[in-house]
């Protein structure tokens, strides 16, 4: 039976995040895809009882928004636009405490009040400012290693990245259209008998409908994704798994996780 693994990174990325509530933080995990794929395979034989010697893996996608120059630099754009007008809030709030503090009428109970008030505005106002200027610093780190990890699947010839441009609207890099991407490779790999099992990392809405319709083609398609009952919020699928065979990462065990991936403090993109 042959095997094409359609991997919705930023989904499975985030189905890991939720394991990695689990472990202390100097044993968690950032997957390896030379680790998770042959796991996968073996987990779908265990499970559902195919044969070992038939399954034959003839392609892993890889769907993810490509990072750029150019949209790393836009949303610095913004942030430090951003960053410009907390400062200038900053020092309105560093005028009013000096003004309080040299009016010679002014109470000694007001100007503690005043104190309280301007040292309560400005630690969340720098606050603000850490949080952006942590956000592009992440941004940047995760541009250089997706690149790095680009490079290093490309000369995999059984791996075909299929990147979609990252988005930016004020400040905030997002990817789009990855998900009608994938649905679609996903129904024309079916159409032209591709694949018969269809190994689909993600748990996205959108996508219900295409994995219906292979389905009723005849082929198989296996969702795999992190769901937690009763709590939405803990869960990176939605009614998908319904609609197909569906593995639980949630149930995985420590050690199936820890043969997925490595440790993460020990990753060094």
């Known amino acids: 039976?042959?095997?094409i693994i359609f991997n919705d990174t930023q989904n499975f990325n985030c189905s890991l995040g939720l394991l990695n509530e689990r472990f202390d933080y100097k044993n968690k995990k950032f997957w390896n895809y030379k680790k998770y794929v042959p796991f996968l395979i073996e987990k779908i034989q265990s499970l559902y009882g195919?044969?070992?010697?038939?399954?034959?893996?003839?392609?892993?996608?890889?769907?993810e928004g490509r990072y750029s120059r150019g949209i790393i630099n836009k949303a610095k754009w913004f942030c430090n636009k951003e960053i410009e007008k907390l400062n200038y809030m900053i020092s309105k709030e560093q005028y009013l405490l000096n003004l309080v503090s040299q009016a010679k009428d002014s109470s000694k109970l007001l100007r503690a009040r005043v104190n309280k008030h301007v040292k309560i505005i400005k630690e969340e106002l720098e606050g603000k400012k850490d949080n952006i200027l942590k956000y592009i610093a992440k941004q940047e780190k995760q541009f250089e290693g997706q690149k790095i990890l680009f490079e290093e699947l490309e000369l995999n010839p059984l791996i075909d990245v299929k990147p979609t441009p990252l988005k930016q609207r004020d400040g905030e890099i997002f990817q789009k259209g990855v998900d009608v991407l994938l649905a679609t490779d996903l129904v024309h790999l079916a159409h032209e008998e591709e694949y018969d099992i269809a190994i689909i990392l993600s748990g996205d809405t959108d996508m219900i409908e295409a994995v219906k319709l292979v389905k009723s083609m005849g082929k198989i398609p296996i969702i795999i994704s992190y769901h937690t009952p009763g709590e939405p919020e803990r869960s990176h699928i939605s009614d998908l798994m319904s609609v197909g065979k569906f593995i639980n990462m949630k149930d995985f065990t420590d050690?199936?996780?820890?043969?997925?991936?490595?440790l993460r403090r020990s990753h060094n993109p």
């Open 1 to 3: 039976m042959k095997v």
């Open 50 to 63: 195919f044969n070992v010697e038939g399954i034959e893996l003839k392609k892993v996608y890889f769907y």
């Open 255 to 262: 050690e199936e996780i820890g043969k997925m991936s490595n």
